[in-house]
Nanobody, 124 residues
């Protein structure tokens, strides 16, 4: 059974940074495109970023381009989301998920096996 575990969330001031981790349990992430998504309070889930199986292709939502960086460590079976220059609008629950697509997208319908999420709060 595919299981994803997110971690790294927390409380940070505007302009601060966090690094989220998405670890695979019981299976290898190397066979999948991995995506990060978030759900802000009172809003639906939206795509943030994704990375291809080999890590050579990435995709970002316009709202996070230049501030967030997605990467993967095959040996650690983990995908990371480095978030810099955080804004209050970045707050929410962040989820990772897997996809069989070759070219990474941030379309929720391409992804499944969602993790439980990790909370990110951006506030002074």
């Amino acid at each position: 059974q595919l299981q994803l575990v997110e971690s790294g969330g927390g409380l940070v001031q505007p302009g601060g940074s966090l690094r989220l981790s998405c670890a695979g349990s019981g299976f290898s992430l190397a066979y999948y495109t991995i995506g990060w998504f978030r759900r802000a309070p009172g809003k639906g889930r939206e795509g943030v970023s994704s990375i291809s199986r080999s890590g050579d292709m990435t995709n970002y939502a316009d709202s996070v381009k230049g501030r967030f960086t997605i990467s993967r460590d095959i040996a650690k079976n983990t995908v990371y989301l480095q978030m810099n220059s955080l804004e209050p609008e970045d707050a929410g629950i962040y989820y990772c998920a897997v996809s069989a697509v070759t070219i990474p997208t941030i379309d929720l319908t391409d992804f499944g096996s969602w993790g439980q999420g990790t909370q990110v709060t951006v506030s002074s």
